[in-house]
């Protein structure tokens, strides 16, 4: 099994990355259609495990070279989100398995 990305990218930042991700790339886009020049939008994943838990950092980074009449404008946004290594190596927010609770007891003893 493998991670999604879509779901994953989504989860980043509480998806600031995401709206982040897009707006560059427009307006990349749309510096490239003014001025006929090239530009870019870079994305780069730094993964960093946070203990000795199965959880990593995940610091996501996304840069871009808009093309302007007169050269350039670029800007560079870093974020970190911690995100679980599930048994299947699939990431997530959230742990993949959680233990249940046994409250059977908790009720009598509430009440006592």
Known sequence: MQTDFQTMVGDLNAGVFAQQVGRALSDVAAGVVDTGKKGKVTLTFDIKRIGEAAQVNISHRVAFKRPTTRG??????????????????VLSLMPGKQGSLDLAGVAGKAEA
């Open 72 to 89: 350039e404008a670029t800007e560079t946004t870093t974020s970190g989100t911690p995100m679980y290594v599930g048994a299947r190596r």
